[in-house]
């Protein structure tokens, strides 16, 4: 992949694109590439692993009227290509992106309907004066976007945005608080005031009549009342093995060297053992943790051993969080609700040393085939007919009945004193369940799997675990991150199976990824096939206090505090005593540590140079 970026606004916007780039330098370190004419600039920091030697960009149409920057990977490139080349078209690389250029000149903006992979693309049509940005259907590849004077500028990173004169960085509370009620932020919301993340599946377009943004494509679960596809559980399982195993193959493209990230857990084995049976040159990258509760190495040692293929372990214990912690938040640009980013952040370091440029992992399994616990705890619900309201909930999800994160109110109420006085006393201005966050349509008729799992993919998937925990961890490291599991062929095939085939009930308990579980059967050790999911996580605000003092007393100060203006200085006192109390524990992932909110709230500020709310 690589960092985009571009205005699209009157005059001269060479000089300040070329700034924003250099910004983005960690995420295309091999090439720099800049068009400029009047009113519009796009810049490109290229990684090289497709055509490296003729895949420079930006890229140029036939005629020369329309120029093309895009991060990502495009893998059904090869097809679009002859079908393209037959009816005349003629390419100038061997580049998997150029593709896009000729699909838009036949048939302009719906190219990105034809288009199967990860990206997020500027291309802008000097004929008609106009721009247009997409981003790929799951949210892999990122995208940011914010107003100018006369126009628009984008970039890859919000870093990139801010190099521009015009953007003035400052805090947007929404954001934080979304990060505190959700598993992350949730797009177009950033922490950013005045940008946006254009959503997944997305289009923007800016010209003479304005800017306006628009869906093209969306999750689209069947309804519940809707004749369910039939087949026995074996067949939807060689099915999924059958699309994984190619949408591995399809993600083995390019010219640099690939590995694979192996947690030990369902979803990366398999991926692992569909690269050995492939024959795929591939090195396993893993993390061990000296805390024994959440080490898999010994499950990471039953992969290895079945597939033969090289391992590279590191351990990540507590005392390394503090110095990478700064480091992680300034790429992250976001608050997080944990600390495991710092481990995503020394596994993308460590695949990086070892000469790997693409890394495979395997986000998306959870979201699509039910292997986080609320999906069993939501069945269990419905079996006992307890149900749950709340005015929250039919506001941002537009069904009081939907069940997703616990008591959306309760939460709230127990945040808002964490606040600094003035913003609670403006609150509603800022409380993120004021806003819808998602397509209400989508969910209303659904199974209740299947509302959560477009939940997931919205609120949990595409802005956090691809977002601040994937790709700005992997890029900040020039490492891109490919992720079979959200291939298009195994999305749709996600989709159309009955809720059944993922949540089956087996002697009076509920087996999640039961069809992943029947996919690896075979291919992987019963043991880790049949085990329960392990979360990745890592140590939260209690073991970071009792491992760096200093550094979490610094950073938590409440002459700090008070200065950045976000938090109540004795209310942030109070919980760091609290979490500084001898014997202290969160279960995590399963307890909220709104102290670890704050922090990173408050090292963001800084890393990111970002003005309070005052």
Same mark, same amino acid.
């Given at each position: 992949m690589c960092g985009v970026a571009g205005v699209f606004a009157?005059?001269?916007? $060479?000089a300040v694109v070329a700034a924003m780039a250099a910004r983005l330098v960690h995420r295309g370190p091999d090439e720099h590439g800049l068009f400029a004419a009047d009113g519009v600039a796009l810049a490109c920091q290229r990684l090289a692993i497709v055509d490296v030697a003729g895949g420079q960009q930006p890229m140029h149409g036939e005629a020369d009227d329309v120029v093309l920057v895009c991060n990502g990977e495009i893998y059904n490139h090869r097809a679009l290509w002859a079908g393209l080349v037959a009816r005349g078209h003629r390419f100038a690389s061997r580049s998997d992106v150029e593709v896009i250029l000729h699909l838009y000149q036949e048939v302009g903006d719906a190219c990105v309907e034809h288009l199967e992979g990860q990206f997020a693309f500027a291309l802008y049509d000097a004929r008609r004066r106009r721009l247009l940005?997409? !981003?790929d259907r799951m949210g892999v590849s990122p995208l940011h976007w914010a107003r @100018?004077? $006369? $126009? @628009?500028?984008?970039?890859s990173e919000i870093k990139g945005l801010l190099a521009h004169p015009a953007i003035a960085p400052r805090l947007d509370v929404t954001g934080v608080d979304q990060v505190f009620a959700f598993p992350g932020l949730v797009s177009p919301r950033t922490a950013v005031v005045g940008v946006e993340s254009l959503p997944p599946g997305h289009l923007l377009v800016a010209d003479a009549a304005g800017v306006r943004t628009r869906a093209w494509w969306d999750l689209d679960y069947p309804r519940a009342d809707a004749p369910a596809e039939q087949a026995p559980p074996a067949a939807w399982a060689e099915a999924l093995a059958a699309a994984l195993r190619e949408a591995v193959a399809r993600r083995l493209q390019g010219e640099a060297p690939i590995g694979a990230y192996l947690s030990g857990g369902l979803d990366s084995s398999l991926l692992v053992a569909l690269l050995a049976e492939l024959g795929a040159p591939t090195a396993c990258f893993s993390i061990g943790f000296p805390d024994g509760a959440v080490d898999e190495r010994a499950h990471q040692a039953r992969v290895i051993a079945a597939t033969g293929l090289p391992h590279h372990l590191i351990e990540h214990p507590a005392a390394a969080i503090p110095a990478a912690f700064e480091r992680m938040i300034r790429h992250? %640009?976001?608050?997080? !609700? %944990?600390?495991?980013?710092?481990?995503?952040l020394a596994l993308a370091d460590a695949a990086h040393a070892a000469g790997a440029r693409v890394v495979l992992s395997g986000e998306g399994a959870d979201e699509l085939f039910a292997g986080y616990p609320g999906y069993r705890v939501d069945a269990a619900r419905a079996a006992a007919g307890s149900l749950l309201d709340g005015d929250a909930r039919a506001i941002v999800f537009g069904d009081r009945a939907v069940h997703y994160e616990g008591d959306l109110d309760a939460a709230r109420a127990r945040r808002l004193p964490l606040?600094?006085?003035?913003?609670?006393? %403006?609150f509603f201005d800022h409380d993120c369940l004021e806003h819808p966050l998602v397509d209400a349509a989508r969910l209303r008729g659904r199974d209740p799997l299947h509302q959560r799992s477009y939940l997931d993919c919205k609120l949990r998937l595409a802005d956090h675990l691809l977002g601040d925990h994937g790709d700005r961890m992997t890029m900040a490291a020039s490492v891109e991150a490919r992720f079979p599991f959200l291939d298009e062929a195994v999305v749709d095939l996600a989709r159309r199976m009955p809720p059944a085939v993922k949540l089956r009930l087996v002697d009076q308990r509920r087996v999640s990824k039961a069809v992943i579980r029947d996919a690896a059967r075979g291919r992987l050790p019963d043991a880790i096939i049949d085990r329960d999911k392990m979360g990745f996580h890592a140590p939260g605000t209690p073991e970071l206090i009792r491992q760096a003092p200093e550094f979490m007393g610094d950073l938590l100060s409440p002459a700090r505090i008070a200065r950045q203006g976000v938090f109540d200085p004795a209310a942030v006192a109070a919980l760091y005593a609290r979490h500084a109390a001898p014997g202290f524990r969160l279960d995590l992932p399963f307890d909220d540590d709104p102290l670890m909110v704050v922090l990173s709230t408050s090292v963001l500020m800084d890393a990111l140079g970002l003005a309070g709310p005052g």
């Amino acid at each position: 992949m690589c960092g985009v970026a571009g205005v699209f606004a009157p005059g001269p916007q $060479g000089a300040v694109v070329a700034a924003m780039a250099a910004r983005l330098v960690h995420r295309g370190p091999d090439e720099h590439g800049l068009f400029a004419a009047d009113g519009v600039a796009l810049a490109c920091q290229r990684l090289a692993i497709v055509d490296v030697a003729g895949g420079q960009q930006p890229m140029h149409g036939e005629a020369d009227d329309v120029v093309l920057v895009c991060n990502g990977e495009i893998y059904n490139h090869r097809a679009l290509w002859a079908g393209l080349v037959a009816r005349g078209h003629r390419f100038a690389s061997r580049s998997d992106v150029e593709v896009i250029l000729h699909l838009y000149q036949e048939v302009g903006d719906a190219c990105v309907e034809h288009l199967e992979g990860q990206f997020a693309f500027a291309l802008y049509d000097a004929r008609r004066r106009r721009l247009l940005l997409a !981003r790929d259907r799951m949210g892999v590849s990122p995208l940011h976007w914010a107003r @100018v004077p $006369g $126009g @628009v500028a984008f970039s890859s990173e919000i870093k990139g945005l801010l190099a521009h004169p015009a953007i003035a960085p400052r805090l947007d509370v929404t954001g934080v608080d979304q990060v505190f009620a959700f598993p992350g932020l949730v797009s177009p919301r950033t922490a950013v005031v005045g940008v946006e993340s254009l959503p997944p599946g997305h289009l923007l377009v800016a010209d003479a009549a304005g800017v306006r943004t628009r869906a093209w494509w969306d999750l689209d679960y069947p309804r519940a009342d809707a004749p369910a596809e039939q087949a026995p559980p074996a067949a939807w399982a060689e099915a999924l093995a059958a699309a994984l195993r190619e949408a591995v193959a399809r993600r083995l493209q390019g010219e640099a060297p690939i590995g694979a990230y192996l947690s030990g857990g369902l979803d990366s084995s398999l991926l692992v053992a569909l690269l050995a049976e492939l024959g795929a040159p591939t090195a396993c990258f893993s993390i061990g943790f000296p805390d024994g509760a959440v080490d898999e190495r010994a499950h990471q040692a039953r992969v290895i051993a079945a597939t033969g293929l090289p391992h590279h372990l590191i351990e990540h214990p507590a005392a390394a969080i503090p110095a990478a912690f700064e480091r992680m938040i300034r790429h992250a %640009e976001c608050p997080v !609700r %944990e600390s495991y980013n710092t481990a995503a952040l020394a596994l993308a370091d460590a695949a990086h040393a070892a000469g790997a440029r693409v890394v495979l992992s395997g986000e998306g399994a959870d979201e699509l085939f039910a292997g986080y616990p609320g999906y069993r705890v939501d069945a269990a619900r419905a079996a006992a007919g307890s149900l749950l309201d709340g005015d929250a909930r039919a506001i941002v999800f537009g069904d009081r009945a939907v069940h997703y994160e616990g008591d959306l109110d309760a939460a709230r109420a127990r945040r808002l004193p964490l606040y600094h006085p003035d913003l609670q006393a %403006e609150f509603f201005d800022h409380d993120c369940l004021e806003h819808p966050l998602v397509d209400a349509a989508r969910l209303r008729g659904r199974d209740p799997l299947h509302q959560r799992s477009y939940l997931d993919c919205k609120l949990r998937l595409a802005d956090h675990l691809l977002g601040d925990h994937g790709d700005r961890m992997t890029m900040a490291a020039s490492v891109e991150a490919r992720f079979p599991f959200l291939d298009e062929a195994v999305v749709d095939l996600a989709r159309r199976m009955p809720p059944a085939v993922k949540l089956r009930l087996v002697d009076q308990r509920r087996v999640s990824k039961a069809v992943i579980r029947d996919a690896a059967r075979g291919r992987l050790p019963d043991a880790i096939i049949d085990r329960d999911k392990m979360g990745f996580h890592a140590p939260g605000t209690p073991e970071l206090i009792r491992q760096a003092p200093e550094f979490m007393g610094d950073l938590l100060s409440p002459a700090r505090i008070a200065r950045q203006g976000v938090f109540d200085p004795a209310a942030v006192a109070a919980l760091y005593a609290r979490h500084a109390a001898p014997g202290f524990r969160l279960d995590l992932p399963f307890d909220d540590d709104p102290l670890m909110v704050v922090l990173s709230t408050s090292v963001l500020m800084d890393a990111l140079g970002l003005a309070g709310p005052g």
